[in-house]
């Protein structure tokens, strides 16, 4: 048995697919964990989804931003659909509410003590240790499976608050918590979230007071090993206790995938179904 670590498959499937042949995945032995972003942009989203949730306890998915949005657009929220997005044969599906109500279900943060390694979708600010992490995912996966999820999904857009505090309530807090989880690249060395920038870093402290996430030696959560997605202009990346392995496999980079037992990288070189910085 092997646990593959996959990035962002946006709606690739056909590059999904051959990227586990290339690992060899046994359905029947193996897991799968998703770093999110299951669907949008790529061609076939609905088939990505129904393929993860056939895969039943063998997958393990965070939520993305994509995947929020989706549940977003799917519950009425249609101003924030984007010209660029391909989510319509989801909602247009006959399973789109089972589908969907699978997605709601997802969690933010899935920690495994055995390996000794958590994933998330994009990132953690530097307040939070893997107990302050577990507990704001939590936060919002019971209002995301609750009754008033649908307020939660209405409110979820937006840059506001940038900065983490214990007093924050409400909508506030809620968004806070979804954005580190799902958005986060850049913050400064006070954890103040830098939600516009999405480029490439540059790894220079001396040079830019935004730094990745994960650049700030003083971050409460440094000694966790952590697996995320989300940036695709930083490609693979293995170091400061994290593994980034979203690798821009719709933007026509690589689809990656990092078997956790022994950390071996598989990559498959994808055609792209989108331009680069079309997000």
Same mark, same amino acid.
């Given at each position: 048995?092997?646990?593959?670590?996959?990035?962002?498959?946006?709606?690739?499937?056909?590059?999904?697919?051959?990227?586990?042949?290339?690992?060899?995945?046994?359905?029947?032995?193996?897991?799968?964990?998703?770093?999110?972003?299951?669907?949008?942009? $790529? #061609?076939?989203?609905?088939?990505?989804?129904?393929?993860?949730?056939?895969? &039943?306890?063998?997958?393990?998915?965070?939520?993305?931003?994509?995947?929020?949005?989706?549940?977003? !657009?799917?519950?009425?929220?249609?101003?924030? +659909?984007?010209? =660029?997005?391909?989510?319509?044969?989801?909602?247009?599906?006959?399973?789109?509410?089972?589908?969907?109500?699978?997605?709601?279900?997802?969690?933010?943060?899935?920690?495994?003590?055995?390996?000794?390694?958590?994933?998330?979708?994009?990132?953690? #600010? #530097?307040?939070?240790?893997?107990?302050?992490?577990?507990?704001?995912?939590?936060? !919002?996966?019971?209002?995301?499976? $609750?009754?008033?999820? =649908? &307020?939660?999904?209405?409110? +979820?857009?937006?840059?506001?608050?940038?900065?983490?505090?214990? =007093?924050?309530?409400? &909508?506030?807090?809620?968004?806070?918590?979804?954005?580190?989880?799902?958005?986060?690249?850049?913050?400064?060395?006070?954890?103040?979230?830098?939600?516009?920038?999405?480029?490439?870093?540059?790894?220079?402290?001396?040079?830019?007071?935004?730094? #990745?996430?994960?650049?700030?030696?003083?971050?409460?959560?440094?000694?966790?090993?952590?697996?995320?997605?989300?940036?695709?202009?930083?490609?693979?990346?293995?170091?400061?206790?994290?593994?980034?392995?979203?690798?821009?496999?719709?933007?026509?980079?690589?689809?990656?995938?990092?078997?956790?037992?022994?950390?071996? !990288?598989?990559? +498959?070189?994808?055609?792209?179904?989108?331009?680069?910085?079309?997000?």
């Amino acid at each position: 048995m092997s646990t593959y670590a996959i990035g962002d498959i946006q709606g690739c499937f056909t590059e999904l697919q051959r990227l586990l042949e290339l690992i060899r995945f046994d359905v029947s032995q193996d897991v799968l964990w998703c770093t999110g972003d299951l669907v949008n942009r $790529g #061609p076939n989203s609905l088939e990505v989804l129904r393929f993860v949730k056939g895969l &039943k306890e063998r997958a393990i998915v965070v939520l993305g931003n994509h995947d929020l949005h989706l549940l977003a !657009v799917a519950h009425g929220n249609i101003e924030y +659909l984007k010209p =660029q997005d391909t989510l319509a044969p989801i909602l247009n599906a006959p399973d789109s509410d089972e589908l969907l109500e699978w997605l709601r279900y997802r969690p933010l943060l899935h920690h495994d003590a055995n390996l000794g390694l958590t994933l998330i979708h994009a990132g953690l #600010p #530097p307040q939070w240790d893997l107990w302050q992490a577990g507990r704001c995912a939590y936060e !919002v996966e019971e209002v995301l499976r $609750g009754s008033k999820f =649908q &307020k939660y999904l209405a409110n +979820l857009y937006g840059n506001e608050p940038q900065k983490w505090s214990n =007093q924050l309530t409400g &909508k506030k807090r809620l968004r806070f918590i979804t954005n580190c989880f799902t958005r986060l690249r850049y913050c400064d060395a006070e954890g103040k979230l830098a939600m516009k920038k999405k480029g490439a870093p540059s790894f220079d402290i001396n040079k830019d007071a935004e730094q #990745p996430w994960f650049w700030w030696p003083h971050r409460a959560n440094s000694d966790m090993q952590i697996i995320f997605g989300h940036w695709a202009t930083l490609g693979y990346y293995a170091g400061n206790h994290v593994y980034a392995l979203d690798s821009g496999c719709v933007w026509g980079g690589f689809l990656t995938a990092l078997r956790l037992e022994d950390k071996q !990288v598989f990559t +498959l070189p994808c055609r792209g179904e989108r331009t680069p910085g079309d997000e």
